[in-house]
């Protein structure tokens, strides 16, 4: 897997606490909100934003498990992969909020962006620069996607492994943003469009995918690759290919390195503790 390297730096526009909290409409703030770090426990909470703007607990959210980089990712609306920054941004919080009545997702979105901004004595700025992008193409014996077909049920979870060090990721009718561990992970799409999935090649390698395929049907697929380990002793028993050589030999797609630009969010400083709740 390819590392996104920056090259090079065009356009710089300062971006700080200040003249954030001016783009969010009427100052936005949660009625009342609790940060904490996350401490794994034996529920073994997993990574999921709970209530919100259109469901059936409108007036409470909470983000569980969520690493500081995620939850710029919600406020802002960006990409994991458009956000950089300091040491500090894979730290994992719980934020628990209630939330005035008729508030919409965008205006919760601008509250957790002046939560964090004031809780955690945020600075930042927007920038564009040049990175390693990947371009994904149709390989000439033309791709191994299955056509979607509604009546076909979707891959067997017995097929998959079970290992402590695999992951499992269910992805229908999008991709979810889960964060993996390492070791070997098998994911499946069913009645995914290219862009979905594109979106999903996006999160695993934190780089832009830009769709050269010209495919514009939905597809079901089965994907198995592997994720370095901390060390060479730690390799399964049963090898898998790297995340871009699977994605060649199991969905018939090319996954090409280039340069091109891309719109960052810059987290210059953060603190360590949030201010009292």
Not at 65 to 82: I, P
Not at 100 to 107: D, F
Not at 255 to 267: A, C, M, Q, R
Request: with cysteine; aromatic share 8%.
């Amino acid at each position: 897997m390819r590392l996104c390297v920056i090259t090079g730096l065009t356009g710089l526009f300062l971006f700080t606490a200040s003249s954030a909290r001016g783009q969010a409409s009427a100052r936005e703030e949660f009625e009342v909100a609790a940060v904490k770090p996350f401490t794994p426990n034996p529920n073994g909470w997993g990574v999921r934003t709970e209530g919100g703007p259109g469901t059936a607990d409108p007036n409470r959210i909470r983000y569980l498990n969520l690493t500081f980089k995620s939850l710029l990712a919600t406020a802002y609306g960006v990409e994991n992969f458009n956000i950089s920054g300091p040491a500090g941004l894979d730290e994992r919080w719980i934020i628990e909020a209630t939330i005035r009545p008729g508030a919409t997702r965008e205006q919760v979105n601008q509250m957790l962006q002046n939560l964090l901004l004031e809780r955690f004595k945020m600075t930042l700025h927007r920038e564009t620069r040049t990175v390693t992008v990947y371009e994904l193409t149709v390989l000439k014996k033309g791709p191994k996607l299955r056509e979607f077909l509604e009546s076909a049920p979707p891959p067997a979870d017995g097929k998959l492994s079970t290992t402590e060090k695999d992951g499992f990721v269910r992805i229908r009718p999008g991709p979810l943003p889960v964060e993996w561990g390492e070791g070997i992970i098998h994911a499946w799409g069913g009645g995914e469009t290219v862009t979905e999935l594109v979106n999903y090649l996006s999160s695993e390698l934190r780089a832009r995918v830009v769709d050269k395929t010209g495919l514009t049907g939905k597809y079901d697929y089965n994907l198995e690759y592997s994720r370095a380990l901390s060390t060479a002793t730690d390799s399964p028993a049963d090898s898998a290919p790297d995340f871009v050589t699977a994605v060649r030999d199991q969905l018939g797609l090319k996954l090409e390195s280039k340069k091109g630009p891309i719109d960052l969010l810059v987290i210059d400083h953060i603190e360590k503790t949030p201010t009292a709740n």
